[in-house]
């Protein structure tokens, strides 16, 4: 099968990320597409293949032992913000004007400049009621297609460990893997969007959850007396700054973002993520988060707000950059190879951002996936196709 063939049959598979699990994987229906992976790599004889509770397959093949053992990794699950079921997935030659998904839904250069970059090329798009999948399954498409064509034709190569991982999605799939059985020096994730860009710095990160107890008082008597749980929450995400919400930053510029609510007049509840490239930064706005609580707690005169963190992860470039030897690594492939790369700081995280503190530093690469976790999702075949050669290559170095 081709690098398309593989994509094409990844994500006929659903894989949505759900609530997470110390057990097991979030999503039982992800364990389908595990099997599918263990059965392809035991059909290319690998020295060492498992799979864990959690639906993680690591397969080794053994090689060069000169050559330092690397890891290649991507996630089979996809973001529970738009569905992953029924995939419909289309082959369009993009020669410039929108592309039909729907019925009144375009995908066009107009909304999404970066379509230029793929004229004349083909594209894989949906029918516009879920989205594609590209995020991760394009990078498995990549790597298995590269690992096969160096298997099936004895090519001499380092020795490869190959780890397809569950829960990416909801921040869980480091911890997911069995760092004992990792027997890698380093990795890489192929797990981002142009394929031209390599990503060695990552947010930090923190989750914060917001918990109001209100005074409950039947509406028709409650003057002066009830303390409306919901009003609490909404005046607390008000009294943050507005400007330093996802919808108004860019580049390396910090938010809050308010991801999930549950509420009524006695009880109310706010997820939000904290995410900034500095530690120092991301901790000035807890210090913020915590001061507008307390005032508000102030004026209605109880603690009615309580806030809870959670470190989720670190900026990966902290442990990258005692790594030379990785960046020089790339940097030799991508010359061989004529591609010109830039560096793009990943205004999220990636399974990267946990591994590299975990010991195992892992920088991550392109793969052709854009507009990732909605209807708007598409593939650049022919991006995808560089990476094929980018992570062969990588492969033998």
């Known amino acids: 099968m081709s690098v398309l063939d593989k ?5 006929s598979f ?45 397969a080794k093949f053994y090689g060069d032992p000169s050559l330092p053992p690397i890891a290649l990794l991507a996630h089979m699950d996809t973001s529970g913000a738009c569905s992953g079921k029924d995939v419909k997935a289309r082959i369009v030659k993009y020669d410039g004007t929108p592309v039909k998904l729907q019925e009144g839904m375009y995908l066009s250069e107009k909304e999404f400049p970066f ?3 793929s004229l004349g090329h083909e594209i894989i798009v949906t029918d516009g009621n879920t989205l594609l999948g590209g995020d991760d399954k394009a990078g498995m498409a990549i790597i298995m297609e590269a690992l096969e064509d160096i298997v ?29 059985i990792v027997t890698s020096e380093y990795g890489y994730t192929i797990d981002g969007g142009d ?7 990552s947010f930090s990160a923190y989750s914060m959850e917001v918990e109001v107890k209100g005074r409950s008082i039947h509406p028709g008597y409650s003057k002066d007396k009830m303390v409306n749980a919901s009003n609490v929450l909404i005046r607390f995400h008000q009294a943050l700054p507005e400007f330093l919400r996802p919808e108004h930053t860019d580049q390396k510029e910090p938010f809050y973002h308010l991801s999930n609510i549950q509420s009524c007049e006695d009880h109310a509840k706010g ?47 902290v442990e990258l950059d005692k790594h030379p030897e990785i960046q020089k690594e790339y940097e030799g492939v991508y010359a061989k190879l004529g591609i010109p790369f830039m ?25 052709g996936d854009y507009n990732m976790h909605g209807r708007y999702e598409y593939v650049d075949i022919d ?15």
């Not at 994509?7 to 994500?11: A, D, E, G, I, Q």
């Not at 990320?17 to 690998?46: C, F, K, R, V, W």
């Not at 394929?195 to 710095?201: A, G, P, T």
């Not at 005169?301 to 809870?308: D, K, M, Q, V």
């Open 7 to 11: 994509f094409l049959k990844y994500v």
């Open 14 to 58: 659903e894989t949505t990320a759900l609530e997470g699990s110390d057990t097991a994987a979030s999503n039982p229906l992800i364990y389908h597409l595990a099997q599918e992976m263990l059965l392809e790599l035991q059909a290319l004889n690998p020295n060492e293949i498992s799979i864990n509770r959690f639906g993680v397959v690591d």
């Open 115 to 117: 379509l230029k970059e």
């Open 152 to 180: 099936k034709n004895n090519v001499n190569h380092r020795t490869l460990e190959i780890i397809f991982t569950t829960d990416e999605e909801i921040g869980l799939d480091a911890k997911h893997i069995s760092r004992e």
């Open 195 to 201: 394929y031209r860009f390599v990503s060695i710095e």
């Open 271 to 317: 997820d939000y993520i904290i995410r900034s490239f500095e530690d120092a930064q991301a901790l000035q706005l807890i210090e913020l988060a915590k001061l507008t609580a307390r005032r508000i707690n102030d004026d209605i005169g109880y603690e009615a707000i309580t806030l809870l963190f959670e470190n989720q992860y670190h900026n990966m470039k």
């Open 343 to 367: 560096y793009e700081a990943i205004r999220g995280g990636t399974t990267g951002s946990q591994l590299s503190f975990m010991g195992l530093p892992t920088p991550n690469l392109g793969t």
């Open 383 to 397: 991006q995808m196709k560089v990476m094929v050669s980018v992570v062969r290559e990588l492969m033998l170095a």
